[in-house]
């Protein structure tokens, strides 16, 4: 039962950090109607920024966590700026350019970072007995910023006239437009959250697991099977679909080993979504 | 002369251009392994050619307006299938070569029928599901698929008797090379004819939308499992092929980047001309083998390389000349005069 309990917490953890991922790429996919393949590797440059001005500059965590988030809310810009506004419109640019992208900035990461992991040393020693299970306060911190960044965007997206004339514009762009809101500044403001919280996830997780080049690839795939799961566009199918596939992944690490898990997961979506193809929350259009 | 007179003997010359010239690209290729070209860019040749069918028969199921995400699901089935039956089934490699095919269109069909129902990213994920646990399963059961390792010494072809001129074996590089190209042209052929039918027209009319075409008569479901099927089956003999010439598989040869190369490659080619795919691979088999001597900064050149061809060639490669002529032709005549084909 402990056991049990132990891969929930973790599972929790696990799907805090799916669900900053999956916040930004179903906001992404809301916006230009793709999935964004180089939010893996956004993730692993937040986590190497915050490594590099930790670690290397000396400064606290809470600054190099905030430093990685600005510089990649900068690239997220860049990107939306320099590549994706001459192709929005369109269905297969896109989605090709997010993985070459993805592809030069993991071949970046390694030329500029090395082939060797890194790991930021524990900012928050210590654990915390809660109903009867150790919890670290690392994991307890994951979660809890998870929840934070989750209601800041819900209160972005609901509170402020950015968040409302976001949502206008993945309703419908062109009375969107003709209420005379800017789609290159819509499309702008979604890459710099999502990049932001991706950088987030990497920065969270960079005291709790190793930083490496390819630390993205895997969760960017899985962050697809989620909001996928989680109907493709809704942010409350992705937090949910965050949290399930968290857990399914913690459980069954520890019953039936990782690699296995990756298979499970892939086929219960798939199967899933056979059934219902718009996912959990999503409109049933198909 | 009437003009229509004129605009006919256009069309004729056009197509007797054509017909040569494929005759002398079919001549080039032929020519290949013999002007003393080392085995390496053989190698590359076949490489392509395996690329091409791959490609080009993804395109065609993107073309049903699918966004098909597990066509090396489909090639590993041709793969594993054929290899199996020829390694423990012991087959020959000519018979289990069609059977690869055969069991790819018939998975593609049972595949097909549930999934083929949702589009978009919903098909992408189920396709993709799909292929992600065939690789598993191929990666979990060492007996008979040999697991994380593989299958390594994958007999070649059996030899073929010639009447009056001896045998072809496969040992050395040229008659693989032969061999690949003959699945090239019999898949581009296929598909090709398929598109300048009425099947084409009626792939289209499911493209640009299914509920039209559904309320004329056409019976979509079935129309699109048939392209699925077919793709799939020609896909897999290529896997199959792929399998005996490089002698060894697993199941890391068959994961999503396959697929995703797949789609780059058409898509920088030209996803809306036929000659995209087989352009796209060209260029970016090639491109990538060139860049393969830079060692450490070859992903990120080839990576580069396709975001800007994606960037400033919309109709890709293909769409190449066109570019060139109109920026031509806007030099040559004053704006807003009429050319030959309207308004330029």
Redesign the interface.
């Known amino acids: 039962m402990e056991v049990i309990g132990q891969a929930v917490i973790n599972g929790l953890s696990l799907g805090a950090i799916y669900a900053l991922l999956a916040l930004g790429l179903t906001l992404l ?1 809301s916006i230009m109607g793709v ?1 964004f393949f180089a939010h893996g590797a956004i993730y692993m440059l937040g986590a190497y920024v915050t490594y590099f001005v930790c670690v290397r500059a000396g400064l606290t965590y809470i600054a190099s966590v905030l430093i990685a988030v600005a510089a990649m809310a900068v690239l997220g810009l860049a990107i939306e700026k320099g ?1 994706f506004r ?2 929005r419109g ?1 269905l ?2 896109p ?3 997010a ?3 993805n ?2 900035l ?3 990461g ?2 500029i970072f090395g082939v060797k992991m890194k790991s930021i040393p524990t900012v928050l020693p210590g654990a915390v007995r809660l109903f009867g299970m150790i919890v670290t306060y690392e994991r307890l911190v994951l979660v809890v910023t998870g929840v934070i960044a989750v209601a800041a965007l819900h209160a972005f997206l609901t509170r402020t006239r950015a968040g409302l004339a976001m949502r206008a514009f993945v309703e419908d762009p062109e009375a969107a437009a003709l209420q005379g809101m800017s789609g290159d500044t819509v499309s702008s403001l979604a890459f710099v959250i999502g990049c932001s919280l991706a950088a987030l996830a990497g920065a969270s997780v960079a005291p709790v697991y190793v930083v490496s080049p390819t630390m993205g690839e895997h969760t960017v ?1 899985t962050g ?2 989620i909001i ?1 799961l989680g109907g ?1 566009g809704s942010i409350p199918g992705a937090l949910l679909g965050a949290v399930v596939i968290g857990l399914i992944e913690s459980l069954g690490a520890m019953y039936l080993g990782t ?2 898990t ?2 499970l997961v ?2 219960f ?3 899933f ?2 059934i219902r ?3 959990i929350m999503g409109e049933q259009h ?1 | 002369m009437s003009q229509t007179d004129i605009r006919e003997q256009r069309l004729h010359l056009h197509f007797s251009t054509r017909g040569a010239g494929l005759i002398l690209l079919l001549t080039l290729l032929c020519a290949v392994p013999f002007v003393g070209l080392s085995d390496y860019y053989v190698h590359v040749g076949i490489m392509i050619f395996v690329f091409v069918i791959y490609s080009s028969t993804y395109r065609f199921v993107l073309r049903t307006g699918q966004l098909h995400f597990g066509a090396h699901g489909f090639i590993g089935v041709g793969a594993y299938t054929s290899v199996l039956l020829v390694m423990r089934g012991g087959l020959p490699f000519w018979v289990t070569l069609p059977v690869a095919g055969l069991v790819a269109a018939l998975l593609a069909v049972v595949i097909g029928y549930p999934a083929l129902r949702v589009k978009g990213a919903y098909f992408a994920i189920i396709t993709w599901g799909f292929a992600e646990g065939l690789r598993f399963l191929y990666m979990r059961v060492d007996d008979p698929f040999g697991g994380n390792s593989g299958i390594s010494d994958i007999p070649p072809p059996e030899a073929i008797p010639l009447p009056f001129l001896g045998t072809i074996e496969f040992r050395s590089l040229p008659p693989f090379y032969f061999l690949g190209l003959a699945l090239m042209l019999l898949t581009v052929l296929v598909l090709y004819r398929l598109e300048h039918s009425r099947f084409g027209l009626v792939y289209s009319a499911i493209r640009e939308g299914d509920h039209l075409a559904r309320a004329v008569g056409i019976d979509i479901m079935g129309y699109k499992v048939l392209a699925f099927a077919l793709c799939s089956g020609l896909a897999a003999m290529a896997g199959a092929f792929f399998a005996h010439y490089s002698g060894f598989i697993s199941p890391h040869s068959f994961n999503v980047l396959l697929t995703i190369s797949l789609g780059i490659y058409t898509t920088v080619g030209g996803l809306a001309a036929f000659a995209g795919p087989v352009v796209g691979s060209l260029f970016l088999v090639t491109a990538g083998e060139f860049f393969a001597q830079y060692g450490f900064y070859k992903i990120m050149l080839y990576a580069g390389l396709m975001i800007i061809t994606l960037l400033f060639l919309p109709e890709g490669i293909v769409g190449l000349p066109r570019i060139i002529m109109s920026a031509l032709n806007r030099k040559r005549t004053p704006a807003g005069a009429t050319t030959e084909y309207g308004t330029s």
């Open positions: 996919f999935l590549l001459r192709v369109t297969f640019p989605f090709f350019i993985i070459g992208l592809w030069f993991e071949s970046l390694f030329a795939l697809m099977l996928s493709l690699e296995f990756w298979g892939f086929v979506v798939a199967i979504l056979t193809p718009a996912g198909a």
